[in-house]
């Protein structure tokens, strides 16, 4: 799927295969998750599916019009051996019409969808691999392009054109209701939630910003392709507060919100992780490259209309830095952060709090594999910013096998 001009051996990675058990799960918590071979259903029981993936509402077959935040993806996902699926997140319009908004990687096939192919809810792997024409809700009409290798991207995000009337025009998202139709910056402390395919409605809170990150995507769709790296800029970082991951493999192109009732404003689209980080697009991005996308024009998220002082308590833990503190964090962090994740064990580096000072700035390494190496090389603080070093990655968007 990926073009032999993006392929350099220095970001090849092959993983061995692995099923789609709690602990990988939990290992993979991104993008498209694959099913049995079509005409079979996926090898775990339904019972192994309630505890590692959250409420089943989010991955059944709903009725016409749709809810977002559910199981959806590309119909030709699909190779001899699995299919895959993602989450259809969010809901967006042009003009009069309205559009499914998603990742790329899972309604565009990292690229290599064909605009006008359709989008299925559930997704192939909800529907036993097959998509019966009942159960298209979308028509692929754009998406942003993925740079792998050397290029820099700030999103991964496709929009699908809505068929007959099958989705929600409110926008609202199963177990989270109508969210609000602005979009709002992440700040570290701030506490989000999602509706992903997956783990279904959970909390968490962002932990850091303008992040620089590299994540593995898969040649195919398939549990022991080679994937390879595409590195994002100014993304954002979720963990949750309790042993659980705040997603899973499936949950990609699930929309993040601010938790708060009613009406939450719109953070940003997840699309990658590892087993306790997410990772997200800041929405507001989001958007811009959503007006460039075919048909272009302006471009508005759909939803109710937030107050002001319904999103007070979102305020709450919030790490306040000022406008010149965090514009001279993110300077000195330009100027590092290439040098940094060229380490060997380094994924990725982005602005956080202080594990010691909570109301202190800190550099976050993200660091995994080759870790003693890397911490022999990675620097206390940079220019008088402390720098903290977390036990992370790699960051992968990309599928989950749920059978073999």
């Not at 096939?109 to 792997?125: C, E, H, R, T, Y």
């Amino acid at each position: 799927m990926i073009p032999a001009s993006a392929r350099p051996s220095s970001v090849r990675y092959r993983r061995s295969a692995v099923r789609c058990g709690a602990s990988a799960l939990l290992a993979l918590a991104l993008a498209v998750e694959p099913a049995a071979p079509q005409g079979e259903a996926p090898s775990s029981s339904e019972s192994e599916l309630d505890l590692q993936a959250g409420p089943r509402k989010h991955r059944k077959r709903q009725r016409r019009p749709i809810q977002m935040g559910t199981s959806g993806g590309n119909v030709d996902d699909i190779t001899a051996s699995f299919c895959c699926s993602g989450t259809l997140g969010g809901l967006v319009r042009k003009g009069n019409d309205l559009f499914i908004l998603s990742n790329n990687h899972v309604i565009a096939k990292s690229n290599f969808a064909d605009l006008g192919s359709a989008v299925s809810q559930p997704g192939l792997i909800d529907a036993r691999c097959a998509a019966p024409a009942d159960n298209i809700v979308g028509e692929l009409t754009g998406f942003k392009k993925i740079k792998f290798g050397r290029g820099k991207n700030a999103v991964d995000a496709a929009i699908a054109a809505v068929v007959d009337d099958s989705v929600d025009a409110s926008g609202a998202m199963i177990g989270i209701g109508v969210p609000g139709n602005e979009a709002v910056a992440p700040q570290i402390g701030m506490r989000v939630r999602k509706a992903g395919r997956t783990t279904g409605v959970r909390s968490g809170a962002v932990t850091a910003i303008n992040v620089k990150v590299d994540v593995l995507y898969s040649e195919e769709c398939s549990d022991d392709a080679a994937v390879f790296s595409a590195r994002f800029v100014k993304q954002f970082f979720v963990e949750s507060p309790t042993n659980r991951a705040f997603s899973a493999g499936g949950d990609s192109g699930a929309v993040i919100v601010e938790n708060v009732k009613p009406c939450p404003r719109q953070v940003g689209l997840l699309f990658a992780g590892d087993e306790r980080t997410t990772v997200g697009n800041p929405m507001s991005v989001v958007l811009k490259q959503v007006r460039k996308m075919r048909p272009r024009g302006p471009a508005e998220l759909v939803g109710c209309n937030p107050s002001a002082a319904a999103h007070f308590e979102a305020r709450a833990g919030i790490l306040e830095l000022g406008e010149r503190e965090l514009r001279l964090a993110k300077r000195i962090q330009a100027g590092a952060d290439t040098e940094i994740l060229a380490i060997d064990g380094v994924h990725a580096m982005g602005i956080g709090r202080s594990s010691t000072r909570p109301d202190a700035a800190v550099f976050k390494v993200y660091v995994g594999g080759a870790r003693a190496e890397a911490l022999t090389r990675i620097p206390r603080q940079i220019d008088g910013i402390p720098v903290e070093i977390v036990d992370a990655g790699p960051f992968f968007a990309r599928t989950c096998p749920a059978g073999e």
